[in-house]
Nanobody, 119 residues
Framework: AVRLVESGGRSVQAGGSLRLSCDAS????????MSWVRQAPGKGIEWVAT????????TYADSVKGRFTVSRNNDRAMVYLQMNNLRAEDTGMYYC????????????RGQGTQVTVSS
């Protein structure tokens, strides 16, 4: 069975950095695009970034472009989200999703990791 376990979230000051990790198991990671999505309190799911299956090619939401970098290590079955210059509006629960951007709200995802950015 697909299992995704996110980690790395915590409270941080605005301008700080965090690196989120997603430990993927139950499927062959290199065959799939992997996405990160987030959900702020009281809001819907927002797509953040996708690590395309063909190498370390990432696509990003405009709100995080230039600040976040998505990467993957297929051998270790891990997906990462490096987040720099964090803003208060980046606060939310971050989820790793199996699939491309189009699967952001329907694809399998983990339990999430909480990121809280204080200004």
């Amino acid at each position: 069975a697909v299992r995704l376990v996110e980690s790395g979230g915590r409270s941080v000051q605005a301008g700080g950095s965090l690196r989120l990790s997603c430990d993927a198991s139950g499927f062959t990671l290199k065959l799939f695009s992997m996405s990160w999505v987030r959900q702020a309190p009281g809001k819907g799911i927002e797509w953040v970034a996708t690590a395309e299956r063909g190498g370390n090619i990432g696509t990003y939401a405009d709100s995080v472009k230039g600040r976040f970098t998505v990467s993957r290590n297929n051998d270790r079955a891990m997906v990462y989200l490096q987040m720099n210059n964090l803003r208060a509006e980046d606060t939310g629960m971050y989820y790793c999703v199996k699939g491309p951007r189009s699967d952001s709200t329907t694809g399998p995802r983990g339990q999430g990791t909480q990121v809280t950015v204080s200004s």
